[in-house]
């Protein structure tokens, strides 16, 4: 259930609710009794990210160098061309950031969630499920990683949290 | 920053920590597929889920290509420690580029959106973002978007599966 639902008094509450899906209820209680979420954002610095992306690109060098010579109106299909090719690059940088970020994260978890990031500038957004046991050495890798990143990408933390990303109620009764 | 966000400062200082009970934070997670679901609703909500999911197969738009066009040309390179770029120097001259590259993508997500932080507020906004192509992302993400594979697929080498 992502939303609080609103019922006419206590005794629907206890039926429509939780008589209903007692058994349903009791199994994803037990499977995140010792569990929570962390939620992390991961965000490019967009001036060190377009620094490597030029850097990185010949052709968004040369493009990049064509555009700026000529005034605005004259290049707009240019710079069309420019931000597609720099859109692209930015696309493969998220795979691989996005990759190393979960490849460092997920031995520390026990389920994940990937969500679509709001924004270009988005390299990672995901929902990690931790046993409350291990959730100190999720933060030390993530501590870890973040600042061999430091500079590039800026992680924001959200946790803990109730599982909100992983729980599960079916439809209906 | 979102008015729900505080620093904890909690270990190391590279990553920056959120209260997890600001009204903000929850928000945005539950908002982060753009989709309510109320079980006790009787319609074909999985079906139209599904289908959210498979739209965010996300077709850049012309407005993004821009965005990005005058984010890299109004960089300032002369900053940076590239090797082999000699020939872009002479961008070190400062017109206060600097400053604007910081804001222009998010200048224009502001006018698009008229948020004020770096927090995606709803997620009907993700329909309009660029380059986020999910069906040409490969391996492990693709499969992570795929609800039901995801677990499977990165537990097989890890020993946490639950």
Redesign the interface.
Known sequence: MRFGIVMEGEEEVRQRLLQAHCDELRTQLERFSDKVEVSIRATYDEQQLMREVVAENPDVRRLRESVRSKPEDAAYYERIRLGELVSKAVEYKREADSAAILEALWPCASDLHVGAGAHERVALSAAFLVERNRLHQFDQALEGFAEGQAGRLQFKYTGPLPPYSFVELSEGT | MSTGAMSRGA??G?????S?SGLA??L???L??G????????VS??GIELLTVDA?IVI?S?D??????????R???G??S?E??P??VEDMTSDGA?SK??G???GA?ESLFGSSD????NGE??SQ??????T??????RC??S?TT??RR?SA??S???
């Open positions: 270990g190391g590279y990553v920056q920590r959120s997890s934070e929850v945005d997670i539950l982060d597929k989709l309510v679901i109320d079980v006790f609703l009787r909500l999985v965010r850049a012309v993004t290509y821009l965005r990005f066009a005058e984010a890299v040309n960089l300032d390179l900053q940076s590239d082999g770029l020939q872009l600097q590259t910081k222009v993508l998010e997500k770096d927090e995606e507020q906004e993700e973002s660029s380059s986020r192509s999910r040409s992302r490969r391996g492990a993400l992570a978007l609800q995801a677990p990165w080498s890890s946490s599966a639950s």
